[in-house]
């Protein structure tokens, strides 16, 4: 059993002149374990709250402690022993490890000596290079920016060729609507380089829309097709209204000039033959006017229906203007028809082709008068003159030819080699040339009141006057079709004038006598007789038949007046007189 220490009193003695210090437990428990215990063990938490403890053990327990801890000692100390033999593995790596800690930590503190002095060079550097590197990091910023905004930029960038698409298919509604983002985007970015470039090249591309546009007015298009193109060049915004309408004009001028040039190609092929077809003129003016018809009827139909009836209400352009602007443009395709007219007109001396056209064209005058565009006044006196000349020339030419067959015949042309033919040959026929039949007084009245559209049979008898009736009896017929009533006395006259000129070359024949310069021997007294009494039966055939039935074909058969012999000019009795005169009267 362990012999108990001695208890000392550790506190100091005191004098006589006061009370000693009593120690604390602490204290106490130092001079106890006979060496004294370090300051910092009574401040630890665990051994205050131990003295804590201790302090409220009772006294059995109290007396029981230093057995209760020397036994917990030998524990401990078993459990150390044991754990040091089974761990001692453990505790040789800790060991090394702390030694090569221990030198590893004054390798750091060694290296981080070295980077402390390397700082100052490497900011240097830094700083450098960041200098450096300052125009390569905007340019990596941008590209960065680009790749960010890369959806929004392709969305930009790809509107030009959109648009372009859109009007080369086009879809002008979508054109415009990305041209109006265009629009916008450059509003919003005025100063943007990019998009002031795209801008520009969308407006590029409605600059072709416009041109498309303008260009399907000269196009064959109908009313829908037009009046879609119109709509989209009023949402541009280019043109006024007054300026839409005269392009919309002008285009379809372009396109109707392009099909009334195509029709005058047949022209062309006739132009300065007048000797050709006078058919072909009259099959060229009906194609004309059948496409001018056309052509001008779409086109004020069309320009009324787009710009006077369904005109927007914001239009600037009064509608006197518009107006005037379908009058101007009616006003010159008119007068250039009405000019070809007078032109073409004059080579068709037909009086039936000529009334075939002026039908074909007064219908066409009707139907452009529900337009407000009646032009029928107008035709009158362009057919007038081409009847007045037809008519005037037809009866030219058949005095011609009656001259020309007694010239020809009188001066031994008609043939090489033969002499000039008698009266008896040429100007009666064979059969009757012994007594040529000559009608008495009363037959010449009876002839003369018959009708006047049906020739005197007398006149078969003699068949170069029969030609010369004939021709102008066909010149009458066709008159018949086309007859202005304007037109009696200058036709009368022309009439008149051709007879007179058919007279004075027959007076000329008989005062010449060529068959009797023919050098082949002169003629019988029998054969003389002949001749003349030939003569004299033309004479009085040509004054008292054929004198009266052609004036009178003209006057009561054609314009139904009444006539007289008294409307026989004094020209042509002059001629008679000196026919009488050259010849001499026959007696019945």
């Given at each position: 059993m362990a012999s108990r220490k001695t208890y000392q009193d550790p506190r100091p003695a005191t004098d006589g002149e006061g009370e000693s210090e009593i120690p604390s437990l602490p204290q106490i428990l130092s001079a106890v374990s006979g060496h004294p215990l370090p300051q910092s063990t009574f401040t630890k938490p665990e051994f205050s709250l131990y003295l804590t403890q201790l302090t409220g053990l009772p006294l059995s327990e109290l007396e029981a402690e230093p057995t209760a801890l020397s036994s917990s000692s030998a524990q401990l100390t078993n459990a150390i022993t044991t754990l040091c033999h089974t761990s001692y593995p453990t505790f040789l790596s800790l060991h090394t490890t702390t030694s090569t800690l221990s030198s590893s930590l004054s390798s750091l503190s060694s290296s981080l000596d070295s980077l402390l002095s390397a700082l100052p060079a490497l900011e240097s550097s830094a700083r450098s290079f960041a200098q450096e590197t300052r125009e390569i990091q905007k340019e990596r910023r941008k590209a960065s920016l680009v790749l960010e905004q890369h959806d929004k930029l392709y969305d930009v960038l790809s509107l030009p060729m959109l648009l372009d698409s859109c009007v080369r298919n086009h879809n002008y509604n979508e054109a415009l609507l990305l041209s109006n983002h265009a629009t916008t985007l450059a509003q919003r970015f005025p100063s943007n380089p990019l998009i002031q470039s795209v801008k520009g090249e969308c407006d590029a591309r409605v600059q072709a829309m416009l041109t498309q546009l303008l260009a399907m007015l000269r196009e064959?298009?109908?009313?829908?097709?037009?009046?879609?193109?119109?709509?989209?060049?009023?949402?541009?915004?280019?043109?006024?209204?007054?300026?839409?309408?005269?392009?919309?004009?002008?285009?379809?001028?372009?396109?109707?000039?392009?099909?009334?040039?195509?029709?005058?190609?047949?022209?062309?092929?006739?132009?300065?033959?007048?000797?050709?077809?006078?058919?072909?003129?009259?099959?060229?003016?009906?194609?004309?006017?059948?496409?001018?018809?056309?052509?001008?009827?779409?086109?004020?139909?069309?320009?009324?229906?787009?710009?006077?009836?369904?005109?927007?209400?914001?239009?600037?352009?009064?509608?006197?203007?518009?107006?005037?602007?379908?009058?101007?443009?009616?006003?010159?395709?008119?007068?250039?028809?009405?000019?070809?007219?007078?032109?073409?007109?004059?080579?068709?001396?037909?009086?039936?082709?000529?009334?075939?056209?002026?039908?074909?064209?007064?219908?066409?005058?009707?139907?452009?008068?529900?337009?407000?565009?009646?032009?029928?006044?107008?035709?009158?006196?362009?057919?007038?003159?081409?009847?007045?000349?037809?008519?005037?020339?037809?009866?030219?030419?058949?005095?011609?030819?009656?001259?020309?067959?007694?010239?020809?015949?009188?001066?031994?042309?008609?043939?090489?080699?033969?002499?000039?033919?008698?009266?008896?040959?040429?100007?009666?026929?064979?059969?009757?040339?012994?007594?040529?039949?000559?009608?008495?007084?009363?037959?010449?009245?009876?002839?003369?009141?018959?009708?006047?559209?049906?020739?005197?049979?007398?006149?078969?008898?003699?068949?170069?006057?029969?030609?010369?009736?004939?021709?102008?009896?066909?010149?009458?017929?066709?008159?018949?079709?086309?007859?202005?009533?304007e037109l009696y006395h200058d036709l009368a006259r022309a009439l008149e004038t051709s007879v007179v000129e058919s007279a004075t070359t027959l007076l000329q024949y008989a005062r010449e006598k060529p068959w009797t310069n023919s050098g082949k021997g002169s003629l019988t007294e029998m054969q003389t007789a002949e001749d003349n009494t030939v003569l004299q039966a033309v004479g009085a055939v040509f004054f008292d038949i054929f004198v009266p039935f052609v004036l009178r074909a003209l006057s009561e058969g054609v314009y139904g007046r009444s006539w007289t012999t008294d409307a026989i000019p004094q020209a042509l009795e002059d001629v008679r007189k000196s026919w009488e005169e050259v010849v001499g009267r026959r007696e019945d």
């Open positions: 064959q298009a109908k009313l829908p097709a037009l009046f879609r193109a119109v709509s989209f060049l009023r949402k541009m915004k280019v043109l006024d209204e007054q300026e839409l309408a005269l392009a919309f004009l002008t285009g379809r001028g372009a396109y109707l000039d392009g099909a009334l040039k195509a029709v005058d190609i047949e022209r062309q092929g006739i132009e300065g033959d007048k000797n050709k077809d006078k058919e072909v003129y009259a099959r060229f003016l009906k194609k004309y006017v059948d496409v001018w018809r056309e052509g001008m009827y779409d086109v004020v139909t069309q320009y009324t229906t787009i710009f006077l009836e369904r005109a927007p209400s914001t239009s600037g352009s009064p509608p006197a203007q518009l107006h005037m602007l379908l009058r101007m443009f009616t006003t010159q395709y008119l007068q250039a028809m009405l000019t070809l007219l007078r032109e073409t007109l004059s080579l068709i001396p037909d009086p039936s082709l000529l009334t075939s056209l002026l039908t074909q064209l007064t219908y066409c005058a009707n139907s452009f008068a529900r337009v407000g565009l009646d032009f029928k006044p107008l035709l009158a006196p362009i057919f007038v003159d081409a009847v007045r000349l037809g008519v005037t020339q037809e009866l030219q030419d058949a005095s011609a030819a009656w001259s020309a067959k007694i010239t020809s015949s009188s001066s031994g042309k008609e043939r090489v080699g033969t002499t000039a033919k008698r009266p008896s040959q040429l100007l009666v026929s064979a059969a009757t040339a012994p007594l040529p039949p000559v009608p008495s007084a009363s037959q010449i009245n009876a002839l003369r009141a018959g009708p006047p559209h049906v020739p005197p049979q007398i006149l078969a008898s003699y068949p170069v006057l029969a030609v010369y009736t004939n021709a102008i009896l066909s010149s009458l017929n066709s008159l018949r079709l086309l007859a202005p009533v």
